[in-house]
């Protein structure tokens, strides 16, 4: 579904993407690991085509993404779900314009058929009748779901979650993430999700794939993961203090 080969980013001097190759299977949940800072939002933004390498090839739906034009890329934009790093809603919105905003934008559907589409959306991440009210009378947990129902609310056949866990309470961490597994499975989706949280990427992964040094240094199921004698890997996923990462 997405093949990403040898792919090349930097910003200057600083080589962000150093020849990242990653495959990700229709269907699966990838759950991209790394140290903050080592590319893993860089790499969303490749696959959704908001950034361009330098140097590889991303093929998404069989189309190279990194050779086509802008209004090639948003029709195949149009077939993801993306929950930003933040999940920002609008504030001046209320939660059902927020839901629906993306079908009230680019399409020509009514409005009553947009409002069941968002009730739909809004039952299936667990809140439902929340549609008049405005982000700011939500709760930080509202606001994620509201921002997952958002992110499927078109229907998309691949979903990206760029830290869908940071700043949450670990209860409602464990939340979300099983909310991202029931949708997995409600939906059939492809699912790529980029956390440095450990205990999300354990309870949500397919397989899991680490960034270090600008490449994809080991890629396996959870348990794969887990029973890794790479040291890099070893280290980052206990946490430790000791090993070849060297902190700054
Ligand atoms: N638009 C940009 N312009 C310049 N540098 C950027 C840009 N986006 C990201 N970077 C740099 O690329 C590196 C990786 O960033 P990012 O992918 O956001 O890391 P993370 O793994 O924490 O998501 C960082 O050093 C960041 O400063
Ligand atoms: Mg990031």
Known sequence: MINIID??????????????????????TMVIIGRSGCGKSVLLKHIIGL????????????????RIN???MQTIRKRFGMLFQ?????????????????????TNMKKNEIMRIVSEKLKLVGLSGVEHLMPSDLSGGMKKRVGLARAIAASPE??????????????????????????????????????????????????MAMIYD??????????????????????????????????D
């Not at 090349?8 to 080589?15: A, D, V």
């Not at 993407?17 to 269907?27: F, H, M, N, R």
């Not at 464990?174 to 699912?191: F, G, P, R, V």
């Open 214 to 247: 600008g490449k994809i240094i080991e890629v396996g199921t959870p348990e794969e993961i887990r029973n890794t004698s790479n040291p890099i890997v070893q280290q980052f996923i206990t946490g430790s203090a000791e090993g070849p990462i060297i902190s």
């Open 7 to 28: 792919v090349w980013k930097g910003f200057g001097p600083n080589k962000v993407l150093k020849g990242v190759t990653l495959k990700i299977e229709k269907g699966q």
């Open 158 to 207: 691949i979903i990206m979650y760029d830290e869908p866990t940071t700043g949450l309470d670990p209860i409602l961490a464990a939340n979300i993430n099983k909310l991202i597994k029931e949708l997995q499975n409600k939906l059939s989706l492809t699912s790529i999700v980029v956390t440095h949280d450990m205990t999300s990427a354990y309870a949500i992964a397919d397989r």
């Open 51 to 66: 950034m361009k390498p330098e140097r590889g090839k991303i093929e998404v739906f069989d189309n190279d993404i990194t």
């Open 86 to 106: 933040g999940a920002a809603l609008f504030d001046s919105l209320n939660v059902a314009e927020n839901v629906g905003f993306f079908l009230f934008e680019h």
């Open 70 to 72: 802008e209004q090639g």
